[in-house]
């Protein structure tokens, strides 16, 4: 094979009581990638589409991520990159994951599969920490596995999958204002509550058991973080009018998307997405800030080849 | 009906990751209650046997779980309580919530049973705040409800029953020290690391997953505990030694069961948890402190009549 093309799908991490250990993966908000073979013995950045993004390959996600997986098995093999960016970089859907899940997942498929998507994920998680400077595998997991991804422990990397009840469906906003993941890190504090870590962990539990019973009600009960949302919903305009608007329209929870800006709102069916997602433009068209808005599954498979 | 004959069951709370949240219930160690309606509109303990327990209602914790009970319903039925304890208090398996669990259980029967299982576990947590000083539902409610119970939430009160793996055994090895609930809670830092936070809920969140596809290793490996056990372990006597021990002999994990001094072990079948149980005999049995050993399955229905 000497050329792939590539859906690689933008994600939502934490999911509120999950942070840094749990993402889903979203079906219908993503990129292309086109990766080639090339005889330079080099990784490039050929073409970037749609945003801009660093074309220097070791200050992009996706050349990062490919030359970590070239180096595990000490291969001098060039390739093309070419990304054709539809999720917008610092918006919180996993855009820098998406590059690097898609370029890492092209690759192997190029080289014949010498990894597993698990191994992926590790060197996947080399471009999340050039994008963020953290190594966090809650976006590249589920963009690299599909359904919900649980990280049990990081060191060693343990990634579980768990089931996607059949009919949740997540209603993304995308308030255009910039937050670094960097910036949106460091203001999280070191130190937690014993009391709140507990509250967290509770949910987490029942969030996990709600996956395995399709209890749609408990998931939406247990969408709760005490510990990043107080801090990080700040820099969000409108976070907590918009938390009860789309409670008031039926969304089993919401919150932040990621390390922000954008919000997501999980929905039972089609029909209440829908609305949460009327609800949520109405609200915010009148508002000065421009805006995105995403309706979709939730993506079982990850990356995949077009 | 006049008078009800209960087993009342010991349990296993925190289970190294679920500190406050997660218990589960044996089925071969517990106390026999006998609750007698009485025409005094007093509540009596009127007899102890096995152990000493405070004869004066208001300082028993079956007595105390009784009056909230009552008192939610304004009853002024009174009751006489036997209580055969066979549970140590000051064990770590739950020997106050197995008096306050079994007690409002045979009332609630006697009264025709005007309350689930889920409202007797905030009855049960009255005579918990009185053997403890903190009204913690992860032993009460696993004996009430049997098998493993996650509280999702302590206000408003949520307790969820998870899955039990049907080869699942636990081996509870109980050290003649003593170790006060109130103390052991008083040494436990009130603030954690986050770093250490997100590992706890990983593991959580990946042992609820365990217990639903009965991934027994799974299950071993989430049994860490990187916030309680650190410090709590250190009063209990060669605790490293026998989570050394039990592991060579193919426990899936091990740690401390409650407050202490009492550890568990958590095993696949009955012959490696009867191979963890003499390794364990043989070790404590050159050291000079008194010990109890069980060796219990997952008791699915909690109290029950006898």
Known sequence: MEQIKVFAPAT????????????????????????????????????????ELPMEADQNVAGVAVKALLGEIDSKQGFDIEIS??????????SSAASSAGAVFA?????GEPFSSNQLISFAMQGELLASGNAHADNVAPALLGGFSLVRSYC????????VPPELKVVVLHPMIEIKTKDSRSIIKQNVSLKSAINQWGNLGALVSAL???DYELLGRSLQDEIVEPVRSILIPYFQELKKLTAENGAL??????SGPSVYALCKGDQTALKVKNAMKEFYSDKSIDFDLHLSGINKKGVKVL
């Open 212 to 214: 395995y019973t399709e």
């Open 253 to 258: 929870g919401f919150g932040i998307s990621g």
């Open 85 to 94: 960016k539809n999720i917008k970089p610092g918006s919180g859907i996993g």
């Open 156 to 163: 060693p990397l343990e990634v579980l999958s768990l089931p």
């Open 107 to 111: 690759v192997n498929k190029i080289l």
């Open 12 to 51: 939502v991490a934490n999911l509120s009581c999950g942070f840094d250990v749990l993402g889903c993966c979203l079906d219908s908000v993503g990129d292309e990638m086109l990766i080639k073979k090339n005889d330079l013995n080099k990784i490039r950045i050929t073409k970037v589409s749609g945003q």
